[in-house]
């Protein structure tokens, strides 16, 4: 039976179930045990399983990943939480030179099941390291599947399916929407991991995000209608792979594309979706593809954030200025 609940709640309920059923997944991380993270997402999992299965680690991100590696080569699934997105780069080195090259490198033999979960994004006033968005470094490594969800149902199947995939999955949560809730069914047939899903129909435009700026794109859709403008909006769900097929589609419905996310549109994300699209879509669209994201700057400090973040107006502005072609 379907139930409303959290984000949080919704990923500490997919955890708890593949831990339940199944004694090789392991959760592993700083403060993820006792504590229950720093956002309350693994707790009471340590409680119920023991701390054989919840494991509180050292204060080392690349002793982390690095043990996570040797429990999969072992045939163990392990879950690593990195406490926030800054605090990732100690493992970037494991995550990158080992966990994504392995199954290569072993010519298949090797496949390393490993889930890297982190919490990305602005949005909560934190300090510096801990609102930054590098998907779009992890989506350039051969080897990794890159997902993050913008909701409570698809954070709970996600995890999942994430947790199920003999590949490496990292996966960004977006922490200003751990507290926003929907519909969860345990027993719904999910989407497939990668696929991208239309959550709002339209006519005139694309908006395309994943993550923390889906629900900004929804709200952008509605302050649009006010002034008789259709906009789609698409959740791309999955970063890498990316769901071009799904993209393309919605473009040759709407002929014009802006892409939303919170990380810098310098190298972002969204240029490769641009690139892509206007390969694809060269004879369907009547304006270029247009970018709404962060600025090539390092992330300000939590006063001056509500200026770096993509907001309704810029996201607006962006609509209109593709409106007028």
Not at 212 to 222: F, N, R, S, T
Not at 296 to 308: D, G, V
Not at 310 to 317: A, E, N
Request: contains cysteine; glycine residues 8%; hydrophobic residues 45%.
């Amino acid at each position: 039976m379907a139930e409303k609940m959290a984000m949080a709640k919704a990923i500490n309920e997919s955890l708890r179930r593949a831990l339940d059923a199944d004694p090789k997944v392991l959760v592993m991380g700083e403060d993820v045990g006792k504590l229950g993270g720093v956002f309350r997402v693994t707790d009471g999992l340590q409680k119920d399983f023991g701390e054989s299965r919840v494991i509180d680690t050292p204060l080392a991100e690349s002793g982390i990943v690095g043990t996570a590696i040797g429990l999969a080569l072992r045939g163990y699934r392990p879950v690593v939480e990195i406490q926030f997105d800054g605090f990732v780069f100690p493992a970037y080195d494991q995550i990158v030179t080992q966990l994504a090259k392995m199954h290569a490198r072993s010519l298949g033999k090797v496949k390393l099941p490993v889930v890297v979960r982190i919490p990305y994004g602005g949005g909560i006033g934190a300090v510096e390291h801990h609102s930054e968005s590098p998907e779009a470094l992890f989506a350039h490594v051969a080897g990794l599947k890159v997902v993050s969800p913008s909701n409570a149902s698809d954070a709970y199947w996600m995890m999942q399916q994430a947790i199920q995939s003999d590949d490496p999955v990292i996966f960004f949560e977006p922490k200003r929407r751990y507290w926003d809730k929907a519909e969860v069914d345990p027993e719904a047939i999910p989407a497939p991991l990668h696929k991208a899903r239309v959550v709002r129909e339209g006519t005139d435009l694309t908006l395309a995000a994943y993550g923390p700026m889906v629900k900004l794109c929804q709200e952008v859709a509605d302050a649009a209608a006010e002034e008789g403008k259709h906009l789609e909006v698409l959740d791309l769900r999955s970063v890498s792979p990316l769901d071009f097929d799904a993209i393309q589609a919605s473009v040759e419905k709407t002929r014009r594309l802006v892409v939303v996310h919170e990380a810098p549109v310098f190298f972002g994300s969204g240029a490769e979706i641009a690139a892509r699209i206007t390969e694809r879509c060269f004879y369907h669209l009547e304006a270029p593809v247009l970018r709404v994201g962060g600025y090539h700057a390092p992330y300000p400090p939590a006063r001056l954030e509500e200026e770096y973040l993509p907001d309704l107006d810029r996201v607006l502005d962006a609509v209109d200025r593709s409106l007028a072609y």
